[in-house]
């Protein structure tokens, strides 16, 4: 299987058009395409950078003229959860007409959208990159050509990818933000680029405070890998 990510602008997309405008990001939970109708059906969680701005990116959403329904199923704060029918764009229309198909979620920021998509054949792929250049904006970020070993592995062992996904949906935004922070700082490198004050002092907050969301965060996420490399050794 030919694997390739693309960073690709469309004209014809709603999600694209709307994250153009106005502050909101969208990523894809669940997709589903209908042959009969050429509609594309998505679940689809929103996250904007505030009330307001999901707001109006929600109304934006709804009004797009190449959106064909919008429902809203949760929202909390500045984070939504919506299902969408949407007509089939350009460049859908290309991949599906090369016997091209989507292999991942895809998400979609400031203008721009990255697709995952994959090919049986290195023709199928060429062919498809070539008309998708005629009318469409886009860069590929990675192609990979995945063999029969790589693919039943990555099926295998799908439980412990989403076992570490878990983890860190378990992390709370101060535990996030405090390993996010340690790391990039080199908190955890030997010799440290960063001290527990280094941190306590980025937050700031106390030292103690500060090693309490350390230890939390890793907590968790330790729990979480110990799960995981249990489901791939079963």
Not at 7 to 31: K, L, R
Not at 115 to 138: P, Y
Request: include cysteine.
């Amino acid at each position: 299987m030919i694997d390739i990510a693309l960073d690709m602008e469309q004209y014809d997309c709603p999600f694209i058009d709307t994250t153009a405008d106005h502050e909101v990001a969208f990523a894809a939970m669940q997709w589903e395409f209908d042959q009969s109708v050429r509609e594309l059906e998505t679940r689809m969680v929103v996250e904007a950078d505030g009330r307001d701005a999901l707001d109006n990116g929600l109304e934006a959403l709804q009004a797009h003229g190449n959106m064909n329904d919008l429902s809203l199923l949760r929202r909390q704060g500045e984070v939504a959860q919506i299902r969408t029918v949407i007509e089939e764009t350009a460049a859908m229309r290309t991949i599906r007409g090369h016997d091209g198909y989507i292999t991942g979620p895809f998400h979609i920021e400031a203008g721009s959208e990255v697709w995952h998509v994959g090919f049986d054949t290195s023709h199928d792929a060429d062919r498809t990159l070539s008309d998708l250049d005629r009318d469409n904006e886009f860069d590929v970020v990675e192609r990979e050509n995945t063999g029969l070993p790589e693919l039943q592995d990555v099926v295998q062992n799908a439980g412990a990818a989403m076992t570490l996904v878990n983890g860190c949906r378990d992390l709370s935004e101060t535990e996030r933000e405090t390993l996010e922070t340690a790391v990039s700082e080199g908190y955890f490198e030997s010799p440290r680029g960063a001290t527990l004050g280094n941190l306590a002092d980025e937050f700031g907050v106390s030292k103690p405070a500060v090693s309490k969301n350390l230890r939390r965060g890793e907590r968790k996420m330790i729990e979480r890998v110990v799960e995981a490399l249990d489901d791939i050794d079963e």
